[in-house]
């Protein structure tokens, strides 16, 4: 199944964000062998960063780094969707600035909300950073069942046990881009939820 031709974005109503980055996974899968989804921030800048363009983007760089911090012998993309994880964002277009409006993050929840349904044997969510957390509390929220992460510190909340869609969501920080290699005391956070997700998975 080609993820692009079952989601997208009608209209482009956000005034926030760069609609020249959008971008959803172009890749062919079949989303039964699916176990993972790590959901992070918004689109990269520039498209030649995302985690499925050709070569070796930005964003594979630094999530394949913080998948051998955790452990896991990978050393591209396609290493870890070989493992079952899923990588998306939870924002199809670019930034425009350092955040991104609440307004925002809940119209693009809708893709999201979508892009999540087509895994039946998701088993946990990563959620990596702030956005992602907003936009699947959304997307929970819509459903009827209250938000998914309580409001806190990342630091605070994380470790401790949460359920969306009936399976286990994690959040921790973004892992996507240039901060990664910068923020050592968040990249050993990282390291321990992405291992105790992939634990979980088995």
Do not use: W
Request: contains cysteine.
């Amino acid at each position: 199944m080609r993820i692009d031709r079952q989601i997208g974005c009608q209209g482009f109503p956000c005034a926030d964000v760069r609609h020249e980055c959008y971008v959803v996974p172009d890749i062919d899968l079949d989303p039964r062998d699916i176990s993972i989804v790590l959901i992070s921030e918004a689109a990269p800048a520039d498209p030649a960063d995302y985690y499925y363009a050709p070569g070796d983007p930005l964003f594979q760089q630094t999530t394949v780094q913080a998948f051998v911090d955790a452990g896991v012998d990978v050393s591209s993309v396609h290493d870890i969707l070989s493992r079952g994880v899923y990588l998306t964002t939870a924002v199809k277009c670019g930034k425009t600035g350092y955040g991104i409006k609440a307004g925002t993050i809940k119209e693009c929840s809708t893709i999201l909300e979508r892009e999540l349904a087509l895994f039946p044997e998701v088993r946990a969510f990563l959620l990596m950073g702030d956005v992602a957390i907003k936009a699947v509390n959304y997307i929970s929220e819509r459903a009827g069942q209250g938000r998914v992460i309580p409001a806190g510190s990342t630091y605070k909340i994380r470790g401790q046990e949460y359920h969306f869609l009936g399976r286990r969501a994690f959040p921790s920080y973004l892992q996507a881009g240039p901060s990664f290699f910068i923020e050592k005391s968040k990249r050993k956070m990282i390291a321990e939820d992405i291992a105790a997700v992939m634990h979980l998975a088995g």
